[in-house]
């Protein structure tokens, strides 16, 4: 379990960017950070990741503070897939899949047969184990945010664990930033079932932040409503997507329903909230 | 299916390795007086008496090994910070490295400054700090960017390091008398015709360690490929593998300019061409580059040494006339 209690932070000579988030992202969650731009999300999330300290406040995995954690301990249990990946150099698929095995070798230890497979099971769960050889540089965004996710579950040893039937549950934690955001349309939904099926298989925890609510709402079981640095409200999506708290939130009004065919909570933005948002 | 790291490990040194010893062996023998390798290591004439010894061991091997220190490490060291400020660009001379190392070797030349540490004479030791100073400046800057130097920046620092460097190194020859002001401008240009081993061995200890903590830092550049933020993530200690990259990559340019001066454009050739053949894997790419980059300077100074011979032309200005053209090209295919 992954917890922020109370959690702030603020960029050097900035006014805070969180002022006391308190969260967490249980074992085999599936939690959506939602908020407008510049609501922190990114931050909560590279907060999350130990990527930066808290000012105040803990991040803790399984009730342990994550600066008392080894980096390397950290990375086996957890992996950050960032909003969009640029390569300096030109590696291939496999090659990049291969670095999320990094935390799992010593100093001068070369990946072998077995992180290999690893490798090849991790593209595989996501659905792009044919793409094995090609450059990195040559896919198109969708595909290079599967093939990082690939690295992510390389890294956890998520898709290892899945070998092993018996074994139920896995502790890993998959940190998301805004993934959709350089997406379009086929992409994002593909990413979703991606994520999706890669959560009901593999019993990971995913965190996610987005902005966009009909992402969050098709995909997530529990929510956090980012504002202006502190939760707006939190809990299970069902009940803390609703039209007041979409106001606060974006100062839009929206209906929320229940999309007919997919059964899935649905957000209708309608129209600007023409007083300030409360 | 790529073979697995261990084999191409292996094939690429075996590969680089007899190319850089062919190139160590056979470069004393070519040049302007023709001599026998059977003739220099034999042992019944005394040196003394041995033309083709004297010639093979005082004269080249001397010259030939100070290729291969010092084009292995400006290669090494360009793939270095090419990995670490994630740009291919980016070398000890287009940076300002090498001029900054210059420098530091010109004020100990023209103002007769020694050093010695633990009892060994430290010759290099002002080309490190001047390469110190210098990499401290791109340093900062790469710190100001967390996503890494872009190109533009990237070659206007090091346009204006140049620069820099290069009015203080005028400046400095103001102060030498007339036959070392000859002699530096030869090294300015980029020259191993040291004939004597001593800037080698006494280069050394510095090459040595910069090696060590190259091996350590090939997958650690690997994860900076990706950025800061995602190698963090994998669990790499980012600000031990940046400081542990500029301070080793500041060592090896500092070795290789006390040896041979602000040589340019090995550090992008080699690693560049080397990248071709291996892949960007920088397990491979550095010790292949170090390797590659020995035989291509020696190459190059046996160019150098004949081509308008008997007039030796200073190696700098081959591998410019090389470098040069290439990194054009590569800024054009860039984008």
């Known amino acids: ?278 | 299916m790529t073979a697995p790291l261990g084999r191409r490990l292996a094939l690429t040194m075996t590969g680089f390795g007899v190319l850089a010893m062919a190139a160590v062996v056979t470069a004393p023998l070519v040049g302007s007086t023709s001599i026998s390798l059977r003739r220099a290591f034999s042992t019944t004439v005394p040196f003394a008496d041995n033309p083709d010894a004297q010639i093979f061991f005082i004269a080249r091997l001397p010259r030939t090994l100070a290729g291969a220190l010092v084009g292995s490490m400006l290669a090494s060291s360009g793939v270095v910070f090419q990995g670490l400020l994630r740009n291919p660009l980016a070398t000890p001379f287009t940076l300002g490295v090498s001029a900054g190392a210059a420098l530091g070797a010109m004020l100990a030349i023209t103002f007769g400054w020694t050093f010695a540490f633990a009892g060994i004479a430290a010759a290099p030791a002002p080309s490190f700090v001047g390469s110190l100073a210098a990499v401290a400046i791109v340093y900062a800057l790469a710190r100001a960017r967390h996503r890494g130097l872009s190109t533009n920046v990237l070659l206007l620092a090091g346009v204006t390091m140049n620069a820099f460097f290069s009015a203080l190194i005028l400046f400095v020859q103001y102060f030498a008398n007339f036959s070392e002001t000859y002699r530096i401008l030869h090294w300015l240009m980029g020259d191993l015709d040291i004939s004597s081993y001593e800037p080698i061995v006494t280069a050394l200890p510095l090459v040595a360690l910069s090696l060590a903590v190259f091996a350590w830092l090939a997958r650690p550049l690997n994860l900076l490929s990706l950025d800061t933020e995602s190698a963090a993530t994998r669990g790499l200690d980012v600000p031990r593998a940046q400081r542990a990259a500029f301070l080793s990559a500041s060592l090896a340019t500092g070795a290789a300019v006390s040896v041979g001066g602000p040589i340019g454009f090995i550090g992008i050739v080699v690693p560049h061409l080397v990248r071709l053949l291996v892949g960007p894997d920088h397990r491979l790419v550095l010790p292949a580059s170090a390797l590659f980059g020995a035989a291509f300077l020696i190459a190059c100074d046996v160019v150098a040494r004949t081509v308008m011979a008997p007039i030796e032309l200073p190696v700098g200005v081959i591998t410019a006339l090389v470098g040069g053209p290439f990194f054009l090209w590569l800024l054009v295919r860039k984008r």
């Open chain 1, 1 to 278: 379990m992954l917890r922020a209690s109370d959690v702030v932070f603020a960029y050097r000579g900035r006014r805070p960017v969180l002022r006391g988030v308190s969260m967490e992202v249980p074992e085999s969650g599936f939690v959506g950070i939602l908020g407008p731009n510049g609501s922190g999300k990114t931050t909560l999330l590279r907060t999350l990741a130990g990527a930066v300290r808290p000012a105040s406040g803990r991040v803790t995995l399984d009730e342990v503070d994550l600066g008392d954690i080894s980096r390397q301990v950290i990375a086996r249990r957890m992996a950050v897939v960032p909003q969009e990946t640029h390569l300096a150099f030109d590696y291939s698929v496999i090659e990049v899949v291969l670095m999320g095995r990094y935390p799992h070798l010593s100093t001068f230890e070369i990946e072998g047969p077995e992180d290999l497979a690893i490798a090849r099971s991790a593209l595989a769960a996501t659905g792009t184990l044919e793409l094995e050889h090609r450059a990195f540089d040559t896919l198109s965004g969708g595909e290079k945010q599967r093939v990082i996710i690939a690295s992510a579950l390389a890294q956890i040893n998520a898709v290892h664990l899945k070998v092993d039937a018996r074994d139920a549950s896995n502790d890993g934690i998959l940190l998301l930033d805004e993934p959709t955001a350089a997406l379009d349309l086929a992409y994002q939904l593909e990413l979703a079932a991606v994520l999706r099926s890669l959560q009901e298989r593999l019993q990971i925890a995913i965190a996610i932040s987005t902005h966009d609510l009909n992402f969050a709402a098709g995909l997530c079981r529990t929510l956090v409503l980012l504002k202006d640095g502190e939760v707006l409200a939190s809990g299970s999506t069902d009940d803390v997507l609703t039209p007041d708290r979409i106001r606060a939130l974006y100062g839009v009004e929206a209906d929320v329903m229940r999309h007919p065919s997919t059964g899935r909570l649905t957000i209708v933005p309608l129209r600007r909230t023409v007083e300030t948002p409360a």
